[in-house]
């Protein structure tokens, strides 16, 4: 069926089967007629014309007007931001392990496909006196994975340190990549040449289940003067990739 223009009738003109009909038909091209499920969508595909775009169980997708479409949108997935936070959490005059954050993923995510993409920076400062290191650990539930830092000359100034986890899914919710990336340059304002460090592995982590993730630092003494300012991250899911 296709949306027709409504009869005007005349002054005391007698309404016909066809003009009546007319009404319900243009009923049944409207958005409640063509929708069936929760979560659908309806799409503009000409003009007085609507199609139904079916409701997905992906968790992200963006819609884009496309021609080639039968209902006129296609959609393409948009990575959303599963948490994030201005805060900050200083790690200080402490040579025990200190989570700095944490979060509770749901069931399922990420998917078999997928991929988590965190990334933040460590702001450390180290005027203890002597050359300092530090342990940083990112974990999946109680597995871990560690990486040193590299030797952090003593100085008055801020050390920036870029930190990068990627969990990529190897087609499994239980068999994933993971890699932990740390980058510095010298104090801040040197110019010094970047150096990194990092680890990974294969992990079997099976996040049919709820799983936490989270990051820790451990330094290498105790000192009033060796600090660590961790931010809490974006973390970012991105979806099915073949």
């Known amino acids: 069926m296709t949306w027709t223009t409504v ?3 005349a002054y005391q003109e007698v309404p016909t089967a066809a003009n009546i009909n007319i009404f319900g038909t243009d009923l049944n091209e409207t958005a409640p007629a063509k929708v069936t499920t929760k979560g659908d969508m309806v799409s503009a595909t000409g003009a007085n014309a ?3 775009v079916p409701g997905t169980a992906v968790r992200f997708w963006g819609p884009l007007s496309n021609d080639a479409e039968s209902s006129g949108m296609k959609f393409v997935a948009v990575p959303p931001q599963l948490d ?3 805060a900050s959490y200083v790690v200080n005059n402490n040579a025990g392990e200190v989570d700095t954050w944490s979060k509770a993923l749901d069931a399922g995510v990420p998917g078999a496909k997928e991929m988590l993409w965190i990334k933040f920076p460590i ?3 180290n005027n203890s006196g002597s050359t300092r290191t530090f342990t940083a650990k990112f974990y999946i539930g109680t597995t871990a994975y560690s990486v040193v830092s590299g030797a952090f000359a003593a100085s008055a100034t801020n050390y920036l340190i870029d930190v990068e986890i990627m969990v990529r899914q190897l087609n499994a919710l239980n068999s994933q990549l993971v890699t932990l990336k740390m980058t510095w340059a010298g104090v801040l304002g040197t110019g010094a040449t970047v150096a990194f ?7 079997s982590d099976d996040f049919a289940t709820s799983k936490t993730i989270k990051f820790s ?3 290498s003494l105790a000192h009033a003067s060796l600090t660590a300012t961790v931010y809490h991250p974006p973390i970012v899911l991105f979806p099915a990739m073949t």
């Open 84 to 86: 994030y936070s201005y």
């Open 123 to 125: 702001i450390y400062f």
């Open 197 to 203: 460090i990092s680890a990974s592995g294969t992990g």
């Open 217 to 219: 630092i451990t330094h």
């Open 50 to 52: 609507i199609a139904r």
């Open 7 to 9: 009869h005007v009738f």
